[in-house]
T-cell receptor, first 114, second 112 residues
Framework: DVKVTQSSRYLVKRTGEKVFLECVQDMDHENMFWYRQDPGLGLRLIYFSYDVKMKEKGDIPEGYSVSREKKERFSLILESASTNQTSMYLC?????????????FGPGTRLTVL | SQKIEQNSEALNIQEGKTATLTCNYTNYSPAYLQWYRQDPGRGPVFLLLIRENEKEKRKERLKVTFDTTLKQSLFHITASQPADSATYLCALGQGGGNKLTFGTGTQLKVEL
């Protein structure tokens, strides 16, 4: 079974802090994604990566950056956390596919910025 | 711009009945549509995929239809059980290793 793990289930940070969210997958997937999920807004794509050291902006990249130094690990960085970044953050991975692009999600990190 | 709509209101049904959830989209020509289940505080889990040239797909008590003319997919759970209570998300993709676009999800509650 594909396993996607995220470094923390719950995280509380203060405004202005630098925040790192880590995601690791164990199935050698090329593609990795970071989403945030807010009530009424659904899943919104922040950044994604198709390969090591590759990144592409999603729909809401402002205030975030990412790093992918190894294939299995994709990190989301909040350079200076703000209260409007309080959210559930979900990481996902997938194999590149001409047909399916099924995504496998981690359990999520609920981040609260005070 | 691309838009995916799912009923924002929760769907409450009685155990044993068939639940039907709707996913509508505009300004999109997907190669396939996927359905995911999400439990509170958890990440979504893949359930079913249906391709643009398929009308219907079944898996156990689940059935998905896809009408590219109406730009709509229907997701059915037959003989529903309280354990089916969750939020169900639809997602559209165009294949080739591209990203998915998710709907906001519909919460289903199955009552005894």
């Amino acid at each position: 079974d594909v396993k996607v793990t995220q470094s923390s289930r719950y995280l509380v940070k203060r405004t202005g802090e630098k925040v790192f969210l880590e995601c690791v997958q164990d199935m050698d997937h090329e593609n990795m994604f970071w989403y945030r999920q807010d009530p009424g807004l659904g899943l919104r794509l922040i950044y994604f990566s198709y390969d090591v050291k590759m990144k592409e902006k999603g729909d809401i990249p402002e205030g975030y950056s990412v790093s992918r130094e190894k294939k299995e690990r994709f990190s989301l960085i909040l350079e200076s956390a703000s209260t409007n970044q309080t959210s559930m953050y979900l990481c996902a991975s997938s194999l590149p596919s001409a047909i399916t692009d099924t995504q496998y999600f981690g359990p999520g990190t609920r981040l609260t910025v005070l | 711009s691309q838009k995916i709509e799912q009923n924002s209101e929760a769907l409450n049904i009685q155990e044993g009945k068939t639940a039907t959830l709707t996913c509508n989209y505009t300004n999109y020509s997907p190669a396939y549509l996927q359905w995911y289940r999400q439990d509170p505080g958890r990440g979504p889990v893949f359930l079913l995929l249906i391709r643009e040239n398929e009308k219907e797909k079944r898996k156990e008590r689940l059935k998905v239809t896809f009408d590219t003319t109406l730009k709509q997919s229907l997701f059915h759970i037959t003989a529903s059980q309280p354990a089916d209570s969750a939020t169900y998300l639809c997602a559209l993709g165009q294949g080739g290793g591209n990203k998915l676009t998710f709907g906001t999800g519909t919460q289903l509650k199955v009552e005894l």
